[in-house]
């Protein structure tokens, strides 16, 4: 269905351009964007990991305890316990948006 929307949207003859680009491609078109993610300490692997920390906000609202969270994230992420508090520390930090 999702595909279907795609092809709907882009038209066919564009999302065939889009599945034949290379990866230089990609990034020349998002130069701007991903220059400023990276100014901001953004990384590209923190994509894998968004709902990991939604759900960390979401059983810490529940008043769960952050041991516990994350040890129950760890196990369903298949990452170490360490992992999951460097990412929770990362994505509460201020975007560093003037950095030399």
Same mark, same amino acid.
């Given at each position: 269905?999702?595909?279907?929307? =795609? =092809?709907?949207?882009? &038209?066919? +003859?564009?999302?065939?351009?889009? /599945?034949?680009?290379? !990866? =230089?491609?990609?990034?020349? *078109?998002?130069?701007? /964007?991903?220059?400023? /993610?990276?100014?901001? &300490?953004?990384?590209?692997?923190?994509?894998?990991? !968004?709902?990991?920390?939604? %759900?960390?906000?979401?059983?810490?609202?529940?008043? %769960?305890?952050?041991?516990? *969270?994350?040890?129950?994230?760890?196990?369903?992420?298949? *990452?170490?316990?360490?992992?999951?508090?460097?990412?929770?520390?990362?994505?509460?930090?201020?975007?560093?948006?003037? +950095?030399?």
């Amino acid at each position: 269905m999702a595909f279907y929307c =795609i =092809i709907k949207v882009i &038209g066919f +003859a564009n999302l065939r351009n889009l /599945l034949d680009m290379k !990866i =230089i491609e990609i990034v020349k *078109i998002n130069r701007e /964007l991903l220059r400023n /993610l990276h100014i901001a &300490g953004v990384r590209l692997d923190d994509t894998n990991y !968004i709902d990991l920390y939604t %759900e960390y906000r979401r059983m810490l609202s529940k008043r %769960e305890k952050v041991s516990y *969270i994350v040890a129950a994230l760890a196990v369903k992420y298949a *990452i170490s316990e360490r992992k999951v508090y460097a990412l929770i520390k990362r994505f509460q930090t201020d975007c560093n948006l003037f +950095a030399v």
